[in-house]
Nanobody, 125 residues
Framework: RLQVVESGGGSVQAGESLRLSCAVS????????MGWYRQVPGKEREGVATIDSEDHASYLDSVSGRFTISQDHAMKTLYLEMSRLKPEDTAMYYC???????????????????RGQGTQVTVSS
């Protein structure tokens, strides 16, 4: 059974960096998708970034150039490196994964079946 567990959230000042991690277990097939989405209370979920089993990545326009999604294939870990953070990046960030599905564009992550519990990122000005 596919499972994901996030870690690495926290509180930072605007302009600083933060890295989120997601441990993925239970992958059974060579083709899979992983990604991150975020949600602010009272607002809709927003797909932030996705990556597929061949390391092709997609990003939300507002984070492109500031965020980098990557994976460690051997350690089965997904990362989201966030730099030049802005107050509007404040949200709960969720890791998600799925197999044999569409991986791109970034909003595809909202359809991934397996999701984590989330980790809070707070950026103050």
């Amino acid at each position: 059974r596919l499972q994901v567990v996030e870690s690495g959230g926290g509180s930072v000042q605007a302009g600083e960096s933060l890295r989120l991690s997601c441990a993925v277990s239970g992958l059974s097939y060579s083709h899979y998708c992983m990604g991150w989405y975020r949600q602010v209370p009272g607002k809709e979920r927003e797909g932030v970034a996705t990556i597929d089993s061949e390391d092709h990545a997609s990003y939300l326009d507002s984070v492109s150039g500031r965020f980098t999604i990557s994976q460690d294939h051997a350690m089965k870990t997904l990362y989201l490196e966030m730099s030049r953070l802005k107050p509007e990046d404040t949200a709960m960030y969720y890791c998600a994964a799925d197999e044999f599905t569409i991986c791109h564009p970034a909003e595809a992550v909202l359809e991934f079946e397996t999701r984590g519990q989330g980790t809070q990122v707070t950026v103050s000005s």
